[in-house]
């Protein structure tokens, strides 16, 4: 079992930066795929990014292609999302979650408690 924790979130203007940080317990997290999330109130939690357990492949929602990064560092149990000329639309709790397996799938299994992410214009 995984345990996750994010932090990093805040409240930025628009077009400002943020790294979001979601470090992780246990001693197989360079075997889980990680991935962030995103959800507004009331409405459904939506994809922002994924990544392989080795890092070497990633995927993003259109919204966060040439804005957002995630990046991993297994030997610091931490999964990251930069994001930068963040918008107001981009306000939102962010979730990190991880699955054992490929990337390529979007169900995940373990999932953080979120943080959140507060854009002002």
């Known amino acids: 079992q995984v345990q996750l924790a994010e932090s990093g979130g805040g409240l930025v203007q628009a077009g400002g930066s943020l790294r979001l940080s979601c470090a992780a317990s246990?001693?197989?997290?360079?075997?889980?795929?990680m991935g962030w999330f995103r959800q507004v109130t009331g409405k459904g939690r939506a994809f922002v990014a994924a990544?392989?357990?080795?890092?070497?492949?990633?995927n993003y929602a259109d919204f966060a292609k040439g804005r957002f990064t995630i990046s991993r560092d297994n030997a610091k149990n931490t999964v990251y999302l930069q994001m930068n000329s963040l918008k107001p639309e981009d306000t939102a709790v962010y979730y990190c979650?991880?699955?054992?397996?490929?990337?390529?799938?979007?169900?995940?299994?373990?999932w953080g408690q979120g943080t959140q992410v507060t854009v002002s214009s």
């Open positions: 990544i392989s357990s080795g890092g070497g492949y990633r």
């Open positions: 979650a991880a699955r054992p397996g490929s990337a390529r799938n979007l169900e995940y299994d373990y």
């Open positions: 246990g001693r197989t997290f360079s075997t889980y795929a």
